[in-house]
């Protein structure tokens, strides 16, 4: 069972750009990853350029192929749709996966695939004189409830003893130069 999220930044002319997040969404596990590793606007915007997203911190590709360790740690790696490889009932393609793009707050709110989880990321600057921006966490599974969601600084699922977090973008690059 999944825990879908939409993740999401929010731009200087109040426009959102957001992807699909299939797995894990809950604050425990992604709002921590996102608020521990993508804690600045160039790395939201760098993750969000990648399209819809399997698994914010996967240990293994889509071959289910684990990630090799480094000094002793387990690589984890953001899974992209994009990257996933075609088959026979399988061929992502980039116009399926492709960020989306809103023109303001509500029309990120209103996006709806079944989620269970909105994050918005304020980046730093105009009213949020932070050095790093903030991210913001909103359970849509449950409107009658308060919709904000504390999201963790620890989490039992990232042992920074054990565990390695890697920014990976393999075939985005491809990506961008094909969409030019």
Known sequence: MATRAIIGIINDDNSVNSVYCHYDGYPLYTGYFLKTFFNTTDKVNNLISGGDISQLASKSNWENTKYPTINNKQVLKTLYYIDRPKSEFINERWENVKPQKHKNLLEFFQRDNGDEYKYLFLPSGNWNYRQNGVW????????TKHPSVIIPDT???????EQMFVYGFSKISKVKELAK
């Open 155 to 161: 989490s039992r699922f990232y042992n920074s003893n």
């Open 136 to 143: 913001k966490c909103y359970d849509t599974s449950t409107p």
